[in-house]
């Protein structure tokens, strides 16, 4: 089956520090990755996404690379700002599942202080 | 609407009572999908749905659980006899398009179920 293993939390970074969270997936078919984030009393949203091998997501300063043949799809940002406070989740659509379900990690709750 | 929108926000239940969770999907959406998130954890699937056709159930936790989508829009998940482990939050999220590789899914704010 389907899954998304992402680095546990939580994350505490100073306003400006360098922003990792590692993503790794397994997949029966060929998948599109995503990363959502839940600002703190907001619902889900896109934040960035990638359909194919070596495609690059990027939105608001994160990115994440497509990376087949080590099925990842870390997030990362050069300078977080304290406004992205909030929970990170990695997920994968399979285009084999028919459905085109979500299949998400457990999230990475990211605090950044000032 | 503007998003999607999900009723009621907080939903406490004693157990053995049946519960609705009613969601409003973004006009015109033709997908919609149920995910159930417990506390810390990330939402895992319960049902998709496409149009009125109940096209996947599998990530129904149970036969307690039922959901419809009778005209296509309002959707439904309806929880019978709660148990104390249903205790989550419910999400719902809508999609403009079925049937390709990617489909950007809108999320409701979710319900959160309390069981007594």
């Known amino acids: 089956g389907n899954s998304v293993t992402q680095m546990e939390g939580p994350v505490t970074l100073s306003e400006e520090a360098f922003l990792t969270i590692n993503c790794t997936y397994t997949a029966t078919g060929y998948p599109s990755l995503f990363w959502y984030v839940q600002y703190p009393g907001e619902g889900l949203q896109l934040l960035l996404k990638a359909t194919k091998a070596d495609d690059k997501g990027s939105n608001k300063g994160f990115e994440a690379t497509y990376r087949k043949e080590t099925t990842s799809f870390h997030l990362e940002k050069g300078s977080v700002q304290v406004s992205d406070s909030a929970v990170y989740f990695c997920?994968?659509?399979?285009?084999?599942?028919?459905?085109?379900?979500?299949?998400f990690g457990k999230g990475t709750k990211l605090s950044v202080i000032p | 609407g503007a998003g999607v929108s999900q009723s009621p926000r907080y939903k406490v239940a004693k157990r053995g009572q049946d519960v609705a969770l009613r969601c409003d999907p973004i006009s015109g959406h033709v997908s919609l999908f149920w995910y159930q998130q417990a506390l810390g954890q990330g939402p895992e699937f319960l049902t998709y749905f496409q149009n009125e056709a109940q096209l996947d159930k599998s990530g129904l936790p149970s036969d307690r659980f039922f959901a419809e989508r009778p005209e296509g829009s309002v959707s439904t998940l309806k929880i019978q006899r709660t148990q104390q482990e249903d205790s989550a939050v419910y999400l719902c999220?809508?999609?403009?398009?079925?049937?390709?590789?990617?489909?950007?899914?809108?999320f409701g704010p979710g319900t959160r179920l309390t069981v007594l």
């Open positions: 997920a994968l659509s399979d285009r084999g599942a028919g459905s085109y379900q979500l299949t």
């Open positions: 999220a809508s999609s403009l398009v079925s049937g390709t590789d990617y489909n950007e899914q809108f």
